[in-house]
């Protein structure tokens, strides 16, 4: 079975070496909309795959960090990595070009992680994070699914290589949210949130 979650945020970016001029040249902004598709082939202790509510603690907090921030290539030109941290309070440094395809890959990895490092207890079983779907327009998406969020032929995605900026970080409701997943430290999830 597949259970889906839709999150959003509105987020800027370039994305350099796009065929579109206004694209790699101007900073620009999305209203962005992200799905996340989980699977199992059993049930929990509430007859659910994964109890949505779960899903407003650290997995929500890991992709409102792009919410109002601006996205950015460590690729990029330093001089425009430089003014970008300067200006903007809540920004995110990625190790790929933030394209549609490349949100996709690095949400799966951030959530992918998270789960993988939290203990659950309500009898989930199996429970895999199936696909993200990056809705960057109202007419185009990316989805990304294990394979390509692991490809080395993608562009390489380490977390030690995902920069949150300092105001990001504090909206967070667990401060030590991000250090934790790149440590490999577990999480519980709450019997009740």
Known sequence: MIIRKLFKFENAHIVRGCSSVKCRESIHGHSYKVELLFESNFLDHGAMVYDFGLMKQNIKDLIESFDHAITIWSGDNSEYIESMKKHSSRYVVLPVSPSAEQFSRVIFILVDSLLKLTTTINGEKDV????????????????????????????????????????????????????NIKEKKSFINPKSV
């Open 128 to 179: 895999k994070l199936h696909s993200v779907i990056v809705h960057e327009t109202q007419s185009g998406y990316a989805q990304g699914f294990r394979e390509d969020a692991y490809s080395k032929n993608m562009g390489e995605i380490e977390l030690e290589n995902i920069e949150f900026s300092q105001e990001v970080i504090n909206s967070w409701s667990n401060k030590e949210l991000f250090e």
